[in-house]
């Protein structure tokens, strides 16, 4: 698909509720431009799948879909084959609905983790600490290092897009002692908006880039997707009075990549990872 190809997947999400953000096509179509794949019916868009290529042996398949009057014919499924054909070799990821995790396991893929949507409406005061800075492009080197350990390969391309600051999207860096010790980005959806990633060495610093980021957008609902086993993650989500909304199974088909959950308190977005 090409880029504006893939605006109409973008758009099938939004019908889907998977509420994607309003800035996303951009920094996710870069991630890997020959990864977003269509099939086409007399010249229509019916069904797609994302399937990108992450350094040389990791992809992430997302944007599964086939529009609802195309469903139960094997459009889908031809084009599942073919987002797999252009990941074949790699180790591979995805989040799962739970509607589709059946499928996904006969095609090879492992519970690795569940990661669940928290979503409410969030008011905080802009805390007032030195540690704090706004994501701007003196960060971007230091910020694409830190990033580094928390995904399988690397992805600076998309990353450098999706931390430059926009008018629907902005991020915060927590520095302490001169070092990187988290950051977060916050961008607005079709719903209220969506905080992702947000990455932080400590509980407390963690809160911290929560309350900066939500301190920015006081105004509808708040959403953050923790990864289950980081409980410490959905502590913090509770803490602020949100609520489980929606839930994936984080998969993997082949090497299960060993992340730093702990340190993980919202995963970066649910399509690519």
């Known amino acids: ?46 069904a797609c799948i994302s399937a990108i290529r992450y350094g040389g042996d990791f992809g992430f398949i997302g944007f599964y879909l086939c529009h609802p009057g195309f469903r139960g014919n094997g459009y889908g499924l031809q084009t599942w084959h073919a987002g797999m054909a252009h990941l074949d070799g790699r180790s591979m990821g995805l989040d ?38 706004r994501i701007g492009p003196d960060l971007f080197d230091g910020l694409v290092t830190y990033d580094a350990p928390f995904f399988p390969a690397s992805r600076n391309t998309f990353l450098r897009l999706w931390i430059n600051p926009t008018p629907t999207r902005t991020g915060f860096a927590l520095i302490d002692d001169g070092g990187l010790t988290g950051y977060g980005i916050i961008r607005q959806c079709r719903d209220g908006h969506k905080i992702g990633p947000l990455f932080a060495d400590t509980e407390d610093g963690a809160d911290l880039l929560f309350r900066a980021l939500a301190s920015t957008r006081n105004d509808g609902p708040l959403y953050i997707d923790p990864p289950e086993p980081n409980t410490a993650a959905t502590t913090l989500a509770e803490r602020y009075a949100m609520a489980p909304v929606f839930e994936t199974a984080r998969m993997y088909r082949g090497s299960s990549p060993d992340l730093p959950l702990a340190r993980t308190f919202g995963i970066t977005t649910f399509e690519l990872g």
């Open 1 to 46: 698909m090409t880029r504006r190809e893939f605006d109409t997947a973008i758009a099938w999400a939004a019908d889907e509720g998977w509420n994607p953000g309003l800035d996303d096509g951009e920094p996710f179509h870069s991630a890997d431009p020959h990864g977003f794949i269509g099939t086409w019916l007399d010249g229509r868009l019916i």
């Open 96 to 133: 799962g609905v739970i509607d589709q995790q059946e499928n996904y396991q006969k095609s090879g893929f492992q519970l690795a983790h569940r990661n669940v949507r928290f979503g409410g409406s969030v008011s905080c005061d802009t805390p007032d600490d030195a540690r704090l800075r």
